[in-house]
């Protein structure tokens, strides 16, 4: 699997408008710098909370309180970070997921270098969720490209530009962004980068 290099995302930034040490800095904090395992899959990180909010209009009460107990480290109703497994061992979590329902297991993952939710597929540029998978699949460069047009869709590129970090933190990975330094940690990688792309 061909990997982006630096310049490269800098480049394809720039054409886009992009402060190029701010595209970085995320690229670094969301999958320290690449978007796929040594086995080749796209890295992901399943969100069982999200998983649960997908299925509870498709499913009754009862029904999703069987799953939340059969599956607690798939289905569970608020976030939890020691469900993690990490790496590879996430898709086995996405694989139980799959088997209940494909099409919010795949929505409820985050999905490559920059770990674009799949529930924004559409925001992406995607007519579906599939479309948005194998292009997450494909390259490094598709992965760039479905974030590019996130970040245009939702307004993000002038946070990322103007480096308001707790701004930015907030709209790409919510609202308890400050628990985790997520705004911090963007910052730190900005200034690592700052100097050389510019």
Not at 24 to 30: G, I, M, R, T
Not at 66 to 72: A, D, F, I, S, V
Not at 133 to 148: A, F, G, R, W
Not at 155 to 174: E, I, K, V
Request: net charge positive.
């Amino acid at each position: 699997m061909e990997k982006l290099t630096n310049e490269k995302i800098a480049d394809i930034a720039r054409e886009n408008k992009i402060d190029p040490a701010a595209l970085l800095a995320v690229k670094d904090v969301e999958s320290n710098g690449g978007g796929f395992l040594p086995t080749g899959k796209p890295k992901i990180l399943f969100e069982g909370h999200i998983f649960y909010r997908l299925l509870t209009p498709l499913l009754n009460l009862a029904r999703l309180n069987q799953l939340c107990k059969q599956y607690p480290n798939v289905v569970y109703p608020t976030w939890n970070r020691s469900k993690y497994f990490g790496g590879e061992r996430e898709y086995l979590r996405l694989t139980t997921a799959i088997n209940i329902n494909r099409a919010a297991a795949l929505k409820s993952a985050s999905w490559g270098m920059f770990q674009v939710m799949g529930m924004n597929y559409a925001q992406c540029g995607c007519k579906d969720i599939e479309e948005f998978v194998d292009k997450m699949k494909s390259s490094e460069e598709d992965q760039l490209m479905l974030t590019i047009k996130f970040l245009k869709n939702n307004h993000l590129c002038d946070d990322l530009n103007n480096h308001n970090w707790a701004s930015f933190a907030r709209s790409y990975n919510g609202p308890s962004y400050a628990t985790n330094k997520y705004d911090t940690k963007l910052a730190q990688a900005y200034s690592k980068y700052k100097d050389t792309y510019k």
